[in-house]
């Protein structure tokens, strides 16, 4: 066995079992309810983990984790856009114009 990703969000170490397993690598995750204990623990206690079962395919787990992680990251990182309707310019994580409500272009 071996530990290859561990994340607060239970949602997102499933998701990445799911793609493992799609993939030919059994796996399993640990910690399935640590999420809900979160606050109570130190967080290195309670996070989700995936683990492989077979060490050979760590190489290939680790290639997709990362793929999955850049698509993540790619998604997660949007650039500040500018509000047509009053010209503000409007950090990327918010899809409205924090100033008058205005809709991002990007929807
Ligand atoms: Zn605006």
């Known amino acids: 066995m071996m530990l ?4 607060l969000d239970f949602t997102l170490v499933g998701h990445l079992r799911g793609l493992l397993e799609a993939d030919g690598i059994p ?3 640990r910690n399935e309810a640590a999420s809900f204990m979160a606050g ?7 996070f989700p983990e995936l683990w492989i079962a077979d060490d050979r395919d760590a190489t290939r787990a680790r290639a997709i984790i990362r793929d999955f992680r850049e698509q993540m990251d790619a998604k997660t990182s ?4 500018t509000c047509a309707k009053c010209g503000e310019v409007v950090d990327g994580n918010f899809a409205e ?5 205005a809709p991002s272009p990007e929807g």
């Open 4 to 7: 290859v990703f561990e994340h």
């Open 27 to 29: 796996c399993e995750v």
């Open 78 to 81: 949007n650039e500040d856009w």
């Open 97 to 101: 114009c924090w100033n008058c409500g």
């Open 40 to 46: 109570e623990v130190p967080f290195t206690q309670v």
